[in-house]
């Protein structure tokens, strides 16, 4: 029991009492509580931050180096707080979700073969087999609906797989992908590094 009030401690060890035993419990489970509440704090509170440097990063920062002409800064050591690079850059998010309605997806699916990009789409099948069916699960996926066993058929694109080519497609200097379609994003960002020593 480390990293408790000493009371706490104190209580749950040396008390056979069920009473100071109880109190003991109540005080270790409002620990709990408060723990809990404050883990709850701070994600919330970094889920803020977060947000906050997005807007930093991809829109404030860049506006400002633009009109100062720059593509790169850098912040000196300051008292413990080290050095750090900043840079100008593209930025490219693109990402069908699996929660978007059916008919979206099949339109971006659509889109991306008519880009010619088509070979970014994976194919999954989806079977639920009981322990008792483990045989017939290792048959070839065309057996599954011959024999009647319910198969889902799901297409997708990695998000990441999707992004690059997204990236390759602008950088080419071809016809900008329409990015509502697969859920892209275009813009710049500026980059943290921070500076050796």
Not at 50 to 74: F, H, W, Y
Not at 101 to 125: C, S, V
Request: zero cysteines; charged letters at 35%.
């Amino acid at each position: 029991m480390t990293d408790l009030p000493e009371h706490i401690k104190a209580a749950a060890a040396s008390s056979p009492e069920k009473s100071d035993r109880l109190a003991a419990a109540r005080a270790l489970a409002a620990t709990a509580r408060d723990l809990e509440r404050e883990i709850s704090d701070l994600e919330e509170r970094t889920a803020e931050a977060k947000s906050r440097l997005n807007v930093v990063i991809k829109e404030t920062l860049p506006d400002l180096m633009d009109q100062a002409g720059i593509t790169k800064l850098e912040l000196k050591p300051e008292g413990n707080e080290p050095g750090y690079g900043f840079s100008l850059g593209p930025y490219y998010s693109a990402g069908i979700a699996a929660k978007w309605p059916f008919e979206k997806k099949r339109e971006a699916f659509k889109y991306l073969e008519e880009a010619g990009a088509g070979d970014l789409i994976k194919t999954f099948i989806t079977s639920s087999f009981s322990r008792e069916k483990r045989d017939e699960a290792m048959e070839f996926a065309a057996e599954l609906r011959r024999r009647g066993i319910e198969a889902e058929v799901e297409s997708t694109v990695h998000a990441s797989t999707l992004k690059a080519w997204l990236k390759e497609t602008v950088e080419a200097g071809g016809d900008m992908p329409q990015l509502d379609k697969i859920g892209g994003f275009v813009g710049r960002q500026v980059t943290i590094k921070k500076l050796k020593g």
